[in-house]
């Protein structure tokens, strides 16, 4: 739970002093804060943006960006599974000792369906490369999903500046095609309007879109290692090992990935 308020805070605090650097910025530069809206100029670039992202990907992933952004908000470094180590360990146990009954009863108890489908696999005595098999495909599977919306935060990304330039051509065009019909101060302004839109497209690009993609870059590393971690116990599960011997060893995996939650991941083979 501190984790995902951490994460909230961390989100909040940089979009909102995103905001106020740009704010302090016109401020201080004596320029007037209502020069910089732009409400036909934000319409192309988010327009644009959205149209060229549909365009290059399905609908189906793009809609799917959004949903992972709410996500993103609130389940970061969700770190749940640590909570089903007791629940692992009494399956182990009463697996060791031939009780099946019970071990399914324990097994009814997790919360984390990946541990509670490669437990259950594990009591119908399924082959282990049969279950590894399964485990992988399963990591495989995540990690493609959420590596493909932070690809296309990326694109918008890369999207979001060029219509902001677009943006600002189609206020260039109309301000020389007025020529002769107003002064330096109407040009000036219409200048100045025109140039919002190259800001909303770098604004977008680099405080909105890229970051967000780097933070689902990082949610999707720790998400795998913790589904690892889970492959790892239910491996240990397969082998009839002591049930201390799986804590021992969950503890210590567990250790190291929230020793990694402020460093690069590298994410270990588990074939």
Do not use: C
């Not at 107003?182 to 000036?188: D, V, Y």
């Not at 909303?200 to 870059?217: C, H, Q, S, T, W």
């Amino acid at each position: 739970m501190k984790r995902i308020i951490e994460t909230r805070k961390s989100t909040l605090i940089g979009l909102l002093g995103g905001v106020f650097v740009l704010a302090v910025t016109a401020i201080i530069s004596h320029q007037d804060i209502a020069a910089l809206i732009n409400l036909p100029g934000l319409i192309i670039v988010l327009g644009g943006t959205l149209a060229a992202t549909l365009v290059s990907r399905p609908v189906h992933d793009v809609m799917g960006v959004f949903k992972s952004l709410r996500r993103l908000m609130h389940d970061e470094n969700k770190g749940g599974v640590d909570d089903d180590i007791p629940h692992l360990l009494n399956i182990a146990y009463w697996y060791r000792a031939g009780n099946i009954k019970e071990a399914e009863q324990a097994i009814t108890q997790i919360s984390d369906p990946l541990l509670r489908a490669g437990a259950q696999l594990v009591i119908d005595q399924e082959p282990i490369h049969d279950i590894v098999r399964f485990l992988q495909w399963r990591i495989a599977s995540v990690r493609t999903k959420e590596q493909g919306d932070a690809n296309i935060l990326r694109a918008m990304a890369t999207f979001a500046p060029a219509f902001g330039m677009l943006g600002t051509l189609f206020g260039l065009m109309q301000m020389l095609s007025s020529l002769g019909h107003g002064g330096l101060p109407e040009m000036g302004a219409t200048m100045s309007f025109t140039l919002t839109t190259t800001l909303y497209g770098l604004v977008l690009a680099n405080m909105i879109f890229r970051p967000l993609a780097m933070k689902m870059d990082r949610r999707v590393q720790h998400q795998i290692m913790g589904m690892n971690f889970i492959l790892e116990g239910i491996m240990l599960l397969h082998q009839r090992r002591h049930p201390m011997i799986i804590k021992e060893a969950l503890t210590m995996y567990m250790s190291q990935l929230q020793s990694t939650q402020h460093a690069p991941i590298v994410l270990a083979k588990t074939a």
